[in-house]
């Protein structure tokens, strides 16, 4: 529950070493890799030796590019022949392949040129055929209306006195195409081939010496001609030739796909693999890092105190080598690690939105976890709907229980369905009223047992709800004030606690006690708050005041009462309270709808009929209702968070510590007992 203490390390070893040395730190997974701290040794002359290093590196990384590129491109083509068939609901989780790390190392240390190369020639083999197979279609779609053609093409052709020209024209017109051509001084026989209500196929034969003025008359009365000079024998026969071509083809192409079943078998090899070769260029490429000298490279970067001795166990494994390591000097810029419980951790998905905190702060995972179960309770504030999403959410737990993310995403969304329980027990809402009198009957154990339960029926008392949402969000701000003075006092930072946080803690309840109570509460309490508002003022304004310079002082002072110099103001502390007004609207939204379909599905009075459709419209409502109900809860309740809370304290947007070992967004290391067998 803490950000990690890190330290800086060099590690320092010869030339020759440098692959073992970063295969040992890769493996480890332990340190965070960084170009040269504090020091800048890259003037240093390099010997011979470390520049035939850089070479080799250079070779090494052109030739996974290369391999990067071959795996690319035939899982493109494995994706293109089996697309992903995931449904609706999968497409929201991810697509992980789970591995030990036996499995990985096995896996990565095969040799899978050949089986690519296999996989792109089948591309192009398949792609071959599917385009020949194409082509061929095309030809039979346009000789099938010309099998009744009886004569051999071929003969035809050589033909010293006689030619043929084949035409179609569309049937309306074929009686005046003919007629035209009888007109002219031509002796021709003209034969129809075959005749649809849309077009007419016709032969015309003819001199030799005349086709051209055949061809010529019929193009002008719109005759398309039908070239069909490449055939060497009858139509049917070339059709029959084509047909048994074709079939051929297919027996190729079912052959082609049985073998391209088995190469989609080992899709998932290939996949580890790629992942595995992208993780091994970025080890390579962060050689580059290294700082170079004479005789020595040299690695630099963070690693936390947890895992210093275990570093050094694994610089102890390099020949020659020697490292050290060091307080950061780098202050706010230091790489950031957190480190919490497993019942915690899924929370920190609240500071992963809004950037890592600045390592001279705190980790506010724990104290923005409480608002933020707080707000979504009250916001979804229904048992059922909350029984509901835990039972959604530890279901969807153990089905992807090898995924660390969905673990911890499905986590704070299970917090979120006990927050609302308790929210819903405490507003009276059980599926809306679902178990009240209206429906189970008066006197019945169930309605009793809500009611026994219920502190404020936010339908009853919407005003009086509205209050309590209001000081909720008072506290709230003041609970963000008093992390500010925690942040100020790892800082040593003691002025920002007494002139802007004391000041604005004494201020603004003060302020709250005299618009609101006034007297009410007796002599003493006013003397304290207005003791406290003075001291507050005259803390703010000198708290501005020590910005300014001259007449500036004053003009500081006065300005810092707003807020635009301190961390809060006056103007914007009732903005937010009033902002809290959103968790009574969302709460009432979430029962009102609720009791609204329960009183749909009530006013069917049809006997069984009646039951089956009014239980359909309970569930569907319902079922609406809570999808509509957690996706505000959610997002009203963070927006809370980040937007009315953040502000006061947090400072974020440091840079994470990234361990220098396997990572993919694909490939997933798990441990032996975790994976999932089939």
Known sequence: MAIDRVQEFAFAFPHRQEGAALSRLFDAGIVHLTGAIGVDLRASSAAPSASATQTTLDADVLHIAEALVLTDTALAFLDEQKPSSRGLVQSFFPNEVYVTATELVHTSSRDYTPLLHEILALRDSLSLAHRQRAEMKNELAKLYPWSGVPMNLSETGRSRWLALFFGVVPSSVFAGVAQTLQTESITFSMEIVFASRTSTGFVVASRKSDIERVRGILTASGVKEEVLAGIRTTVASAIEGLEDDVEALDTRIFESKVSLAEMLAKRQDLVIYREFLRNEQHRIESAGELTRTGRRSIATGYVREADREALGEVCATVDGAAWSTGEPSAGDSTPVSISNSK?????????????????????????????????????????????????????????????????????????????????G??????????????????????????????????????????????????????????????????????????????????????????????????????????????????????????????VGKVLMGLVNLYGIQSSYGAGSFLGDVLSYSRLLALGLTTSMLGSAFNMIGSLVKIPVLGLLLGGAVVLFGHALNYFMGTMGAFIHSARLILLEFFGRFYEGGAPRFHRFGFWSEVVKVVDTSTVLRK
């Open 343 to 423: 019942w915690l951790r899924p929370m920190e998905i609240l500071i992963n939105m809004f950037g890592y905190p600045v390592r001279s702060t705190f980790d506010p995972t724990v104290f923005l976890a409480i608002p933020f179960l707080l707000f979504y309770g009250l916001c979804l504030g229904d048992v059922l709907y909350g029984a509901i999403q835990i039972g959604i959410c530890l279901y969807f737990m153990r089905k992807y229980k090898q995924s660390v993310g969905v673990h911890n995403f499905m986590m704070v969304f299970l917090y979120g369905g006990v927050a609302a329980m308790v929210g």
């Open 425 to 550: 027990a405490l507003t009276g809402s059980w599926g809306g009223d679902l178990l009240s009198e209206t429906y189970l009957g008066k006197g019945n154990a169930f309605s009793g047992f809500v009611r026994s339960l219920t502190i404020i029926d936010p339908l009853q008392s919407a005003f009086q709800f509205l209050v309590i949402v209001w000081v909720i969000g008072a506290l709230n701000q003041f609970y963000g004030v008093g992390l500010a003075i925690y942040k100020a006092a790892r800082r040593h930072d003691y002025a920002t606690i007494v002139y802007d946080c004391v000041g604005w803690l004494l201020l603004l309840p003060a302020v709250s006690a005299l618009l609101f109570i006034g007297a009410q509460w007796g002599t003493a309490f006013r003397s304290g708050y207005l003791i406290a508002l003075a001291t507050g003022t005259v803390l703010l304004f000198l708290g501005g005041a020590r910005q300014g310079k001259g």
